[in-house]
């Protein structure tokens, strides 16, 4: 049984307190007043601390370019290992700090995940090489950003890496990832803790750490805010005192966590309560949860299980046999990869298999981008499907979930070059019985290469939980016992591994007549087996009409009340079924292109709008702004997130573009010029940026000052660009107070422009009190508020 520890608090507010002027760097701390940083540390542990975190969370090399720093950065992590050590003494071990870089992968943003890795590589080696007993990975919003965060901490070194991510308040990460898909994926790129910190007070983290203890089998971390600050008379106040902050660490261990500490607010004091609390409180016994393969997307979880319903894998991102498919691939083009994608969700698919297997091209450069494309276009997670390691490789890198391979079998490449990625990423995979010799017939033969197939996975690192059992279907036109061999071996596969099986189906009936016939058919015999997952086409309607029968019978289907349905639905007169199914009108078409985020597809939709004698601002006003209306109802519900709203925001760029070039300058939509900026001292900026994004594609004319903005500049700004709508952000309760002089430096300059705040330290109360006109939560809400500012 493990025992509790305790992590320190805040550090921040701490170096503030200690001399920290508001912009100057944290980090040089280290350098120009380390006894300042030593006494922090020191006060921790006298509080109880056992984990102390260096003062490096900004000191990656992205980081510190805004310091002009960046040359420094092993000296400044390196200094504050060291001071850490200093100041524990053998009495608290030292964790290293790395925090987010700021920017946003591709797609969401503009930086690469090599450029991502490579700066927490520097910074992780630095650390490590200082003497580090942790790493600690923290405040991350985006997953994709953790995935190249702990890639790079584990090839830079060999000490424990703990990850945590911040959550917001409706239990998802900004870009849309829920705890359990998080605690899956980063458990199977081997995390050593993982946890979450930030955002949030501890009652709110409650049912977070739950849900991470219930989908991973490694300790869980947690370090909530003191509550949700809010300012008064100029000072940030942290709404929840040490001694209620100590008694949330109990429910926290409670729920499953073992590493307790605090973020933001959080003083010696609240960590002394904290100590104190569960200081002689047995730790849970924690019920570890169950091996079973589970997939994950950025915002999704799937399990296949034989205890679950069947789970379908969309077949149709194959160019093998489709000519169309395959020139537009090999052409560059994605727009038939994507459709097929939405459309193969929509039609029931869980999962959807991904092949870029076209000859002549960079197939490494195409996985790459349909995997990309795919990831932010639906929630489905992906199997990427190539015989080629480099692919395979680009792939997995570029998805921000946990994949399933297709396919390793017992070849020696396969097993040479496709296990350690598989290790690498937290892929599972699909074991396919074919060696060298050829395809084993039997079903004795299949197990056979099986059970070698996992073992060699099981030597490589991989565990239960991480197989897709591959039954091999053969045609029953050249072998007679071909359906028998498949029956016997899925029967066999769940008898001799327990793990999960699946297969594609149609080889079956090849060189026979009716082949729907015979495939719906075999399918319902091979779901009677015991196929867990089987690989088609989710279009087919023989199959989903066996596949709904066979649920009913073999009791997925209760009572067959879903089947039952569906067979009342078929009843609608065929007429009145027909009368429902019409095609979309120009502007139907139009505003759902935005919605599924066609970007490629738009800009022609729009043209023949045009061509057709449609007028702009109709286009405009009842196509794509009532699109993202709709969006920002599905945003604000949960239904939509970041990422899909992002792509649509593309998508109505592209819309606007195309009608500013085939319509003359005047009748252009023109919504209004904004001036944006992230207020003096405050250096952070990616809200920001996501703001500037949606207002930009959503035809604002965009002035991005940037970060750390002196009020002169964004009152200039504003005056010379005639703005419409100043835009100020501030994510520091220390930097809040610079919206209020920026908003009075705008009314004495005799600027008209309206104000709109937001950040992660404001609210409704302190915008209303600051004289702004509009408090933007998030950006999709500001893109409404921009709307009616400009309005007014």
Sequence with gaps: MCKIEIFDGAMGTMLQAGGLQPGACPELMNIENPDVVKNIH???????????????????????????????????????????????????????????????????????FDEAYQNFYEQAKALAEAGADFLIIETCIDIQEMRAALLAAKDACDIPVICQLSYSEDGRTVTGT??????????????????????????????????????????????????????????????????????????????????????????PEHIRELAKAVKDMPLPERRLPAKKLWLTSRSKSVCIDKSLPTRLIGERINPTGRKKLAAEIRDGSLLSVKKEAVNQVKAGAHLLDVNMGVGGIDQAAA?????????????APLAIDTSDAEALEAGLKAYPGRALINSVSYEPERIAQFLPLAKKYGAAILCLPITPDGVPKTAEERIAVMHKIIAAAKEAGLDDG??????????????KNACYEVLITLQMYRERFGYPTTMGLSNISFGLPNRPLINSTFFAMCLAAGLDAPIMNPYDESMQKALMASAALLGDDPNGLAYSKNEANLAVPKAAATAKVTELTPLEAIKQAVIDGEKDEIPLLVENALKAGMAANTITEQALTAAMTDIGVDFGAGRMFLPQVLLSAETMRAAFNKIKELTPASTAPEQGTVVIATVKGDVHDLGKNITGALLANSGFK???????????????????????????????????????????????????????VG????????????????????????????????QK
């Excluded at 979450?196 to 991973?216: D, F, M, Q, Y």
């Excluded at 610079?738 to 430096?745: P, R, S, T, W």
Aim: charge should be negative.
């Design 42 to 112: 020191n006060a921790y542990i006298e509080a109880g601390a056992t984990i102390i975190e260096t003062n490096t969370f900004g000191a990656s090399p992205l980081k510190l370019e805004h310091y002009g720093l960046t040359d420094r950065m092993a000296e400044l992590n390196t200094a504050a290992v060291k001071i850490a050590k200093a100041a524990a003494k053998g009495r608290a071990r030292v964790a290293g700090s790395m925090g987010p870089t700021g920017r946003f992968i591709e797609p969401l943003g503009d930086l690469s």
């Design 178 to 267: 829920d705890p359990q898909s998080a605690a899956i994926l980063l458990d199977a790129m081997g995390a050593d803790i993982i946890g979450v910190n930030c955002s949030l007070g501890p009652e709110e983290l409650v049912p977070i750490v739950k849900t991470l203890a219930e989908n991973c089998t490694c300790p869980i971390s947690v370090l909530p805010n003191a509550g949700m600050p809010y300012l008064k008379d100029g000072h940030t106040v942290f709404p929840m005192g040490p001694e209620d902050f100590g008694k949330w660490g109990v429910k926290l261990m409670e729920a499953g966590a073992s590493y307790l500490g605090g973020c933001c607010g959080t003083t």
């Design 367 to 379: 996985m790459k981008k349909a995997v990309t494309e795919i990831a932010q276009l639906t929630d």
């Design 466 to 479: 991480d197989f897709l059992l591959d039954a091999l279907v053969m045609t029953v036109s050249a072998d």
């Design 702 to 756: 965009l002035i991005d000052l940037g970060k750390d903005v002196d009020s002169t500049d964004i009152v200039r700004a504003a005056i010379e660009n005639n703005a419409d709508i100043v835009g100020l952000c501030a994510l520091m309760t220390t930097t809040m107070v610079q919206i209020d002089k920026v908003i009075e430096d705008l009314k004495e300059a005799g600027c008209n422009a309206k104000v709109m």
């Design 759 to 790: 950040g992660a330290a404001v609210t409704q109360e302190y915008a209303d009190s600051a004289g702004a006109d509009a408090y933007a939560p998030d950006g999709v809400k500001a893109v409404e508020l921009a709307k009616e500012l400009v």
